[in-house]
């Protein structure tokens, strides 16, 4: 059979094929085309045989921003390193990319380090290229391997393999930064090009549970579906973005999902890293956080709470932000006598879990708690802020007036104050009126449900706006 050639097609749903079927793309004949989609419930899986093509389309794929940036990284010479949290979709947009890939009859090989069959081809730089040059030769091709976490001395391994200079492209990812830092990172140096991966966000979130209706005027959809975008907003506020949460059935999934996940990343990347077995009390720690969103850490105070020794604290503090649990945001400060300059603020990088590790999940009132909105909505910053040295930080005084988040706009930060409500009409509280004369902004921002109004304070203009602005009009921060 010619390649492009098929004899007759059947749609089969993978569900239903029998335990015993097993399958490995990377043994195909060159002449077949394979497309590896692997979905989070229900997956899609195509496959060019003799006889029939194995096409399966699914509704529970959730299309991702973050693929265009993957495919572009495709064109750099450095060795692109995809990490994130667990369970965030790495291994899934990586197959779509794949998929893609041969597609347009590229060559390609995935390697899951996870897979012991696959490990086998990693005991040594030659065997592995010997394993790639069997299946692409010595042209161009794209080398994906997939939990890079779990080959010892990783760094090393890649760097001999870039130093070669082979006509091949590698991708790999990893789950827990600091694995990725410690086995890789440094020896990659100026070798590798990192993309941190998020959950979800609300955009995608809301493309997926309309159908992809609107995704070209996703926007007209916000202004003129207001009640339906609140929905929106409640459920992703309450469950968040792990993409398996998000296309479970129901609350009573959803829990068991969140369960999952939480007791994979404490046995897999806490426990691995703290070297204990019994990790009760830094489980303690991140329940005490869920309640801290959007305030002030005092350590004495967790310190108690937690039974954890100050030092030990800290410590624990700086893994669970190093493993993409918690984010801890600074005081934006230039008068050390008026303003805090040491305390941190901590949000949690998806709000699912913190509902879940504060034992709200799928019961909490969200109307009536805004510090999780106020944690969605630094979410949506920090996606947005340059990368670099820049950060969102917070402003606070020793008098106690606040402003919730500063966004880094060149000399000129940008105070930004969340507002989890309705608002009738523009009204700045003290704290922001008192920030705006102290450092006199171009622009400060009311983010807000749905209110859109500018108000003029001496030279600073004051923007409100409806929460979704921020996505599709990120340009307002600049």
Not at 277 to 284: Q, S
Request: charged share 25%; aromatic share 14%.
């Amino acid at each position: 059979m010619t390649r492009g050639h098929r004899m007759s097609i059947h749609v089969i749903n993978p569900r239903i094929l029998p335990p015993y079927w097993s399958f490995n793309p990377r043994f195909l004949p060159p002449y077949w085309s394979f497309n590896p989609r692997i979905l989070p419930i229900d997956f899609a899986l195509r496959v060019f045989l003799p006889n029939f093509v194995i096409v399966s389309k699914t509704k529970t794929m959730i299309a991702r921003d973050i693929e265009k940036r993957i495919v572009d990284s495709l064109k750099l010479k450095e060795v692109t390193v995809l990490t994130g949290a667990r369970q965030v979709g790495k291994t899934t947009v990586i197959k779509e990319v794949i998929g893609k890939l041969r597609d347009k009859g590229e060559k390609v090989l995935y390697f899951n380090l996870d897979i012991e069959q696959d490990s086998e081809f990693f005991n040594s730089q030659q065997t592995l290229l010997n394993k790639i040059q069997l299946e692409c030769g010595n042209t161009k091709a794209y080398i994906f391997i997939d939990e890079i976490q779990q080959k010892k001395d990783a760094g090393r391994f890649l760097k001999g393999l870039y130093d070669m200079e082979l006509p091949y492209k590698f991708v790999v990812t990893g789950s827990g930064s600091l694995e990725l830092k410690e086995k890789i990172s440094e020896a990659l140096t100026g070798r590798k090009y990192v993309i941190e991966m998020p959950p979800v966000n609300f955009i995608e979130f809301v493309n997926f549970k309309t159908g992809y209706k609107y995704k070209n005027r996703i926007e007209l959809f916000f202004e003129i579906e207001k009640e339906k975008t609140k929905l929106l907003l409640n459920e992703y506020l309450m469950f968040g973005g792990y993409p398996a949460i998000i296309t479970a059935g129901d609350k009573t999934r959803k829990t068991e999902l969140m369960n999952e996940i939480f007791i994979s990343y404490i046995t897999k990347d806490i426990s691995y890293l703290l070297g204990i077995r019994a990790p009760d009390k830094f489980v303690k720690l991140i329940q005490i956080l869920s309640t801290y969103i959007g305030s002030l850490i005092n350590y004495t105070t967790l310190s108690n709470e937690t039974g954890l020794k100050t030092d030990t604290l800290k410590t624990y503090l700086w893994y669970a932000e190093q493993t993409y649990i918690i984010k801890t945001v600074k005081p934006y400060f230039t008068n050390v006598k008026k303003e805090i300059t040491k305390s941190l603020v901590i949000y949690f990088n998806d709000t699912g879990m913190c509902n879940f590790s504060s034992g709200r999940y799928g019961s909490f009132a969200i109307d009536k708690d805004g510090f999780i909105f106020q944690n969605f909505v630094y979410g949506v910053l920090k996606s947005i802020v340059s990368e670099g040295l820049s950060s969102i930080n917070y402003w606070r005084t020793k008098d106690n007036a606040e402003v919730d988040f500063i966004y880094p706009s060149g000399n000129s930060p940008i105070p930004v104050e969340v507002k989890f409500s309705s608002l009738k009409k523009p009204m700045v509280s003290r704290s922001f009126r008192s920030f705006v004369k102290q450092y006199s902004p171009k622009i400060g921002i009311i983010v807000n449900l749905d209110m859109e109004e500018m108000l003029k304070i001496g030279n600073t203009n004051v923007l409100f706006i409806p929460f979704w602005k921020l996505f599709t009009n990120p340009g307002i921060l600049r």
